[in-house]
C-alpha cells in the first residue's frame, strides 16, 4: 500500500469573527497520491482554499483554528511539525499558486528582488548561492514559464505588468524548488479567457513535463477534465463526492453533484438550468447533520441529524450521502 | 388607517440603519467611554452656573483667608492663590474651551469645506491653483507656532485667539475635502450625473458632498480636541483668554509658578485638560469606526 | 522657468537615466513650489506686522524720543511709502539675510538665530529620535502580539500619549522627578557650575564625547531627558497607532501568506516583506509630527528654560519683537520646506507606485 502524499482526515476548522465562530470546515476528507492529478470543485466560499491554506499552514496570522483532526504529508502530521520542519516541507516539497496574481504579489518591491529573495531565503538557503548564480536562477525561472525579457521583467513592479504576465510570475514563484506536490488556486480565473487558455496550456506542459502531484482548484470545469485523474466536490466545508474525473462528469451521485453538472451549460443547446434553489448555509449557524440538507431534493429525516461519512461506491468512487447507505450494505456485505 | 408619523418615521429603513449604527458603536467600550465623558463634559459646561458651588470664583474675587487650600470637601480642587475654587473655575474652563472650539469650527468647517469642493471640482483650473496655493502657504508651518504668532501681534483676547486659529483651521479642512473631491471626481456617477444633466452646483452639493461627509464629521469631532489643545497652549503663555476669565491653559501657568508644595493648583486643570481631549479623541475615533465598512 | 527645466531634461535624456530623471524633475518641480511657499509665507507675516496696532518706530526709539527723531526713524524705515514698496525693501533685505535687529537684545536677528538654533537643534534630534524609534517598535510589537496584554497596555499608553498635551507632562514630569523624586534637574542644559564644552558642532552632547569628556556629556543627558520625552510623547504615540494600523492591516494581506508559502522564514518577513509596506503610512505622517515637535518645543522650552531657538521665538512673541518674530517664522519656514521634500523624497524611495502609477497617467 502505497503511502498517500497528503492525507487529510477529519478535519474541522473555525474562524473566530466578531459575532461568534465560523465553523467554515466541518469533516475534511481529502486524499492525493503520489504524481496525482486532483481536482477540486466547488461554489464560492465552500472552504477550498481555507483546505489547501491549511495544508502548509499559512493560516498563521488570521484568526483561524483548528479544532479536529490530521493532516498527514507523505505520513507526518503536518499540525504537529514544528516551524522549522514546515518550513521545510514550504520550500522543498509543496508549492501554491494563488488565486489573485496581483494580491499573491508584494506591490512595493521588483519582480526580480522578490524572486531574488525566495531563491536566498527558501530554495537556496543552504547553499550558499552567489548573487551572480541567484540572478541567473531567477532568470531561468522566468523563462520557465515563457516569459519574454526577462532580464525587463526582473527590474519592473508587480504594477507594471498585465495580468497574465503577473499570473505567470507567480507560476515561476511557485515551480523555483524541485517540488512533489503543486497547489493551483484557480489558476487563471482573474484573467479573460485567452489569457486563461494559456496558462492552462502553460500549467499542463509544466506539470508533466516535472511529472509532480497537482491539486487544482478551479471553476473551470473544462480544465478540470483536461488536467486531473480524479476530482472531489467539496460544499459547505466537506467533501459530499470523489471519483475519477470522468465518471464524477458523466455518473455524479450526490444530489448536489448532480445539480452541479447540470448547471454547466452544454454545447448542445439543451437549454440553461435552473441553477439551485437555496443558499449557502451561514457558517455561523450551520445546520445540523448533513448541511445540504435544506436544499436537498431527496432530503431524508436521518440528514437533519447525522452528517453522512464518506461511502464507498466502488475503489475510488465515493459519496457522503445516506442515499446509497442501502447500496453499500448491499455491495458490501 | 394612517399610521401617525412618528410611529412611521420609527420604523423606517433610516431608523433601523441608525440602531444598527448604534450596535456597532457601543460594542466598542472605548468609544462609549468617549461619548459619556463628552457628553458629562458638555453637561457641565452649560450648566455651569447652576451646579457650582462657588460662582464668584470665576470673577474678581479676591479671598486671601481661604487661599492655597489643599483639595478638601468644601474646594474638591483645591483654591488658587487669591482664594477662589478650583473646581469652579475647572468647570468654567471648560466653558470658554468648548466655545473656542465651537466658534473656530462654525467659520473654518464650512470655508474650508466650500474653498475644498470648489478647488476640487475645478482642479487643474486658475481657481484650484490660487486657493490651494494659498493653502500651502498657510499650512507650511505648524498652526501653533503661527497662531502664536499672530495671538501676539495683535490684541490679546479671547475673540483675537478664536479668530487666529479659525484663519489657519480652514486650510486643514480644506485640504482633506479637496483631496476627497478630487479622488471622487473621477468616478462614474460624476460622469453620469453630468450627462443626466445636472447643475455644477447640484454634483458639487448631493453627489460629492455625501461622500465627504464622513471624513468632514470624524475631522470635526476630533478636531475639537485639538482645537482645545492649541487654545490652552496660547493661553498658557498668556495669549489667549486674559485674567479673571478662568481658562485651562492659563490656570496651568498659574499653578507652575505655586510647585511644588500647592501642586494641585496646576495638575487638575492639566488632568482635565487631558481628559477633555480624550474624551472627544475617543468619541472621534468611535465614529470614524463606524464609517470603515469591514472588509470579510 | 521653462527655459531651465527643458534644458535639465534634454541633459538628462542625453545620460539616458530613465526613473532617476523622473525623480530630478519631481525635486525640481518641489522646489518651485516650495520657493512660492516660502514667498507667500513672507507676504503674509510681512502684512501681519505691518497690520498690527502699535507705531514700529516708536517702538524702537521708546515713548520719550522727540517727535522728529521719530519721524526720522520712519522715514529712514520706509514706513510713509505704500506698502508694496515696503514689502519691497523688507524682502530684498531679508533675502540678503538682513532681519532687521531684535528689539528685546539689540543685535541683528540672524545672528541671535544662530546662536540659539543648535540647543533647539540637540533637543529636537534626540526627541526625534526617540519619537521614531521607539513610536515603530511599539507599533510593530503590538501589531504582532494583536489583542494581548502587550497591545492592549501599547494602545492605552498611546492614547494617554495623544491626549495629553507636552507641557502638562513636562509639568508633571519635573514635578515627580525633579521636585518629589529628585532624580533629574529641572532646568536649562547643564547645572551651574559645569563648563560648556568647546563649540564644535553645537551640540553639548557631542562636543562634549569628541573632548572625552564624562562629566559633561552624563549632566547633559540628564538635563535632556524630560525635555526629550514631554516633546517626544506626542509623536511616539501617534506613531505606534499608525505603524500598528499599517502592520495590522498589511499582516492579513495575501503577499504575506504567498512568502510564507515560500518558504521564507518568518523573522525575514517581518523586517523585510512586512516591514516596507507599513512604514510608507507612518513615515508620509513623519513631516507633520516633526512640525508638531517644533511647536510644542516653544512651550517645552519655555517651561525648562532651555536656551533655544524656541525659546527666543517666545520671548520675541510676548515682547512684540516684530523683527525677530519675522525671522524665526521665515526661519521655520524654510526648515519645514526642507523637511517636506526629504519626506516625500523618502516615501517615494519606498513606494514606486506613486511616480509609476503617473507613468502610466502621462
Known amino acids: 500500500m502505497q503511502t498517500p502524499l497528503i492525507n487529510i482526515k477529519d478535519l474541522h476548522l473555525e474562524f473566530k469573527v466578531f459575532g461568534g465562530t465560523l465553523k467554515v470546515l466541518d469533516g475534511v476528507n481529502f486524499t492525493v497520491w503520489p504524481k496525482e492529478k486532483v481536482g477540486l470543485i466547488g461554489e464560492a466560499s465552500c472552504g477550498k482554499t481555507t483546505t489547501l491554506k491549511s495544508i502548509i499552514k499559512i493560516l498563521g496570522m488570521t484568526s483561524a483554528r483548528i479544532t479536529k483532526g490530521k493532516i498527514l504529508f507523505k505520513g507526518r502530521d503536518i499540525l504537529k511539525m514544528n516551524k522549522a520542519e514546515i518550513q521545510d516541507v514550504r520550500r522543498k516539497e509543496i508549492s501554491m499558486i494563488f488565486q489573485d496574481p496581483t494580491a499573491a504579489l508584494n506591490p512595493v518591491f521588483s519582480i526580480g528582488s522578490q524572486l531574488k529573495n525566495i531563491i536566498k531565503y527558501s530554495v537556496g538557503l543552504k547553499e550558499n548561492l552567489t548573487r551572480k548564480e541567484i540572478e541567473t536562477r531567477a532568470i531561468e525561472a522566468l523563462k520557465r514559464v515563457m516569459l519574454p525579457d526577462p532580464e525587463r521583467i526582473l527590474v519592473s513592479y508587480p504594477i507594471q505588468l498585465s495580468g497574465g504576465m503577473r499570473q505567470r510570475v507567480c507560476i515561476a514563484m511557485a515551480l523555483l524548488s524541485n517540488l512533489d506536490l503543486l497547489i493551483a488556486d484557480e489558476p487563471g480565473t482573474s484573467l479573460d479567457v485567452t489569457i486563461n487558455d494559456q496558462i492552462l496550456h502553460l500549467l499542463d506542459n509544466l506539470v508533466k513535463k516535472k511529472n509532480i502531484s497537482v491539486i487544482l482548484i478551479s471553476h473551470a470545469l473544462g480544465m478540470i477534465k483536461n488536467i486531473t485523474e480524479r476530482?472531489?466536490?467539496?460544499?459547505?466545508?466537506?467533501?459530499?463526492?470523489?471519483?475519477?474525473?470522468?465518471?464524477?462528469?458523466i455518473n455524479p451521485l450526490h444530489p448536489y453533484s448532480q445539480d452541479l453538472i447540470a448547471a454547466v451549460p452544454k454545447l448542445t443547446g439543451e437549454g440553461i438550468s435552473q441553477g439551485i434553489p437555496g443558499h449557502i448555509?451561514?457558517?455561523?449557524?450551520?445546520?445540523?447533520?448533513?448541511?445540504?440538507?435544506?436544499?436537498?431534493?431527496?432530503?431524508?429525516?436521518?440528514?437533519?441529524?447525522?452528517?453522512?461519512?464518506?461511502?464507498?461506491?466502488?475503489?475510488?468512487?465515493?459519496?457522503?450521502?445516506?442515499?446509497?447507505?442501502?447500496?453499500?450494505?448491499?455491495?458490501?456485505? | 388607517m394612517k399610521k401617525s408619523i412618528f410611529i412611521q418615521a420609527l420604523n423606517s429603513k433610516k431608523w433601523e440603519k441608525v440602531q444598527r449604527n448604534w450596535y456597532r458603536f457601543s460594542r466598542n467600550y472605548l468609544s462609549i467611554i468617549g461619548l459619556i465623558t463628552v457628553t458629562i463634559i458638555l453637561f457641565l459646561a452649560i450648566f455651569a452656573p447652576f451646579i457650582t458651588a462657588h460662582p464668584e470664583a470665576v470673577g474678581r474675587y479676591v479671598n486671601f483667608s481661604e487661599a492655597k487650600k489643599p483639595p478638601c470637601l468644601s474646594y474638591p480642587f483645591g483654591t488658587d492663590m487669591f482664594g477662589r475654587d478650583n473646581l469652579t473655575r475647572t468647570i468654567y474652563a471648560?466653558?470658554?474651551?468648548?466655545?473656542?472650539?465651537?466658534?473656530?469650527?462654525?467659520?473654518?468647517?464650512?470655508?474650508?469645506?466650500?474653498?475644498?469642493?470648489?478647488?476640487?471640482?475645478?482642479?487643474?483650473?486658475?481657481?484650484?491653483?490660487?486657493?490651494?496655493?494659498?493653502?500651502?502657504?498657510?499650512?507650511?508651518?505648524?498652526?501653533?507656532?503661527?497662531?502664536?504668532?499672530?495671538?501676539?501681534?495683535?490684541?490679546?483676547?479671547?475673540?483675537?485667539?478664536?479668530?487666529?486659529?479659525?484663519?489657519?483651521?480652514?486650510?486643514?479642512c480644506c485640504r482633506m475635502v479637496y483631496g476627497i473631491v478630487t479622488s471622487v471626481k473621477g468616478e462614474f456617477f460624476i460622469q453620469s450625473a453630468e450627462l443626466i444633466g445636472a447643475g455644477r452646483l447640484h454634483i458639487l452639493f448631493m453627489e460629492i458632498l455625501p461622500n465627504c461627509l464622513s471624513e468632514i464629521i470624524t475631522k470635526i469631532t476630533l478636531d475639537v480636541g485639538a482645537i482645545i489643545l492649541i487654545g490652552s497652549s496660547l493661553s498658557f503663555v498668556g495669549l489667549g483668554a486674559q485674567p479673571p476669565t478662568a481658562d485651562l491653559g492659563s490656570m496651568i501657568a498659574n499653578g507652575t509658578k505655586y510647585l511644588p508644595d500647592q501642586w494641585w493648583m496646576a495638575v487638575f486643570p492639566g488632568i482635565a485638560l487631558a481628559i477633555v481631549v480624550l474624551g472627544f479623541n475617543l468619541l472621534g475615533d468611535g465614529i470614524h469606526d463606524l464609517f470603515v465598512v469591514e472588509e470579510r | 522657468m521653462i527655459k531651465r527645466k527643458s534644458v535639465m531634461t534634454s541633459f538628462l535624456s542625453m545620460v539616458k537615466l530613465k526613473m532617476k530623471d523622473r525623480r530630478i524633475i519631481f525635486i525640481v518641480k518641489r522646489l518651485f513650489h516650495s520657493v512660492f511657499v516660502l514667498w507667500g509665507l513672507s507676504v503674509l507675516i510681512f502684512v501681519m506686522s505691518r497690520i498690527a496696532p502699535g507705531d514700529p518706530a516708536r517702538m524702537v526709539l521708546g515713548t520719550r524720543a522727540p517727535e522728529e527723531v521719530v519721524e526720522r526713524l520712519r522715514i529712514a524705515m520706509h514706513y510713509n511709502e505704500p506698502i508694496y514698496t515696503q514689502y519691497f525693501y523688507w524682502f530684498k533685505s531679508v533675502l540678503r539675510g538682513n532681519?532687521?535687529?531684535?528689539?528685546?537684545?539689540?543685535?541683528?536677528?540672524?545672528?541671535?538665530?544662530?546662536?540659539?538654533?543648535?540647543?533647539?537643534?540637540?533637543?529636537?534630534?534626540?526627541?526625534?529620535?526617540?519619537?521614531?524609534?521607539?513610536?515603530?517598535?511599539?507599533?510593530?510589537?503590538?501589531?504582532?502580539?494583536?489583542?494581548?496584554?502587550?497591545?492592549?497596555?501599547?494602545?492605552?499608553?498611546?492614547?494617554?500619549?495623544?491626549?495629553?498635551?507636552s507641557f502638562v507632562f513636562a509639568i508633571m514630569g519635573m514635578l515627580i522627578f525633579c521636585y518629589l523624586l529628585n532624580v533629574l534637574p529641572a532646568m536649562g542644559r547643564l547645572s551651574p557650575g559645569i563648563i560648556y564644552p568647546p563649540k564644535i558642532t553645537g551640540l553639548i552632547t557631542i562636543d562634549a564625547l569628541i573632548q572625552g569628556n564624562f562629566k559633561v556629556f552624563i549632566d547633559a543627558l540628564?538635563?535632556?531627558?524630560?525635555?526629550?520625552?514631554?516633546?517626544?510623547?506626542?509623536?511616539?504615540?501617534?506613531?505606534?497607532?499608525?505603524?500598528?494600523?499599517?502592520?495590522?492591516?498589511?499582516?492579513?494581506?495575501?503577499?504575506?501568506?504567498?512568502?510564507?508559502?515560500?518558504?521564507?522564514?518568518?523573522?525575514?518577513?517581518?523586517?523585510?516583506?512586512?516591514?516596507?509596506?507599513?512604514?510608507?503610512?507612518?513615515?508620509?505622517?513623519?513631516?507633520?509630527?516633526?512640525?508638531?515637535?517644533?511647536?510644542?518645543?516653544?512651550?517645552?522650552?519655555?517651561?525648562?528654560?532651555?536656551?533655544?531657538?524656541?525659546?527666543?521665538?517666545?520671548?520675541?512673541?510676548?515682547?512684540?519683537?516684530?523683527?525677530?518674530?519675522?525671522g524665526i517664522v521665515l526661519v521655520l519656514g524654510v526648515v519645514f520646506v526642507f523637511c517636506n521634500i526629504i519626506v516625500d523624497l523618502i516615501v517615494d524611495f519606498l513606494d514606486p507606485r506613486i511616480h509609476l502609477v503617473k507613468e502610466r497617467n502621462e
Open chain 3, 222 to 326: 540628564k538635563h535632556l531627558i524630560l525635555p526629550t520625552v514631554s516633546l517626544g510623547l506626542l509623536g511616539m504615540a501617534e506613531e505606534a497607532r499608525i505603524t500598528r494600523a499599517s502592520v495590522y492591516n498589511n499582516m492579513k494581506k495575501e503577499y504575506i501568506a504567498a512568502a510564507e508559502s515560500y518558504g521564507i522564514p518568518e523573522k525575514v518577513i517581518m523586517f523585510r516583506d512586512l516591514l516596507k509596506p507599513s512604514l510608507i503610512a507612518v513615515i508620509s505622517v513623519l513631516g507633520l509630527e516633526f512640525g508638531a515637535l517644533i511647536a510644542n518645543s516653544f512651550l517645552v522650552e519655555l517651561i525648562f528654560n532651555w536656551p533655544g531657538f524656541a525659546r527666543y521665538g517666545m520671548n520675541a512673541m510676548l515682547q512684540k519683537d516684530l523683527n525677530a518674530i519675522s
Open chain 3, 99 to 165: 532681519f532687521g535687529v531684535s528689539l528685546v537684545t539689540q543685535h541683528p536677528v540672524l545672528e541671535d538665530i544662530s546662536q540659539v538654533f543648535p540647543a533647539t537643534f540637540e533637543l529636537a534630534i534626540y526627541a526625534f529620535i526617540f519619537m521614531t524609534i521607539i513610536g515603530i517598535t511599539l507599533g510593530i510589537l503590538s501589531a504582532r502580539y494583536n489583542n494581548t496584554w502587550i497591545d492592549h497596555l501599547g494602545r492605552l499608553l498611546s492614547y494617554f500619549g495623544i491626549v495629553t498635551p
Open chain 2, 94 to 172: 471648560f466653558r470658554i474651551s468648548l466655545l473656542m472650539a465651537f466658534v473656530v469650527l462654525l467659520i473654518a468647517v464650512p470655508l474650508g469645506v466650500i474653498l475644498g469642493l470648489i478647488a476640487g471640482y475645478f482642479q487643474g483650473t486658475w481657481i484650484d491653483t490660487i486657493i490651494m496655493r494659498i493653502t500651502d502657504i498657510f499650512l507650511s508651518i505648524p498652526p501653533l507656532i503661527l497662531a502664536l504668532a499672530i495671538c501676539s501681534i495683535f490684541p490679546r483676547n479671547l475673540l483675537t485667539t478664536m479668530l487666529a486659529i479659525s484663519i489657519l483651521w480652514w486650510t486643514w
Open chain 1, 231 to 249: 476530482t472531489y466536490i467539496m460544499y459547505a466545508g466537506s467533501m459530499v463526492e470523489v471519483a475519477k474525473t470522468a465518471e464524477i462528469f
Open chain 1, 281 to 333: 448555509p451561514d457558517y455561523l449557524n450551520p445546520p445540523p447533520g448533513c448541511r445540504y440538507h435544506p436544499r436537498c431534493r431527496y432530503v431524508m429525516p436521518i440528514c437533519k441529524v447525522k452528517n453522512p461519512p464518506f461511502l464507498k461506491i466502488n475503489e475510488i468512487h465515493q459519496v457522503a450521502c445516506w442515499l446509497f447507505k442501502k447500496e453499500v450494505n448491499q455491495v458490501g456485505k
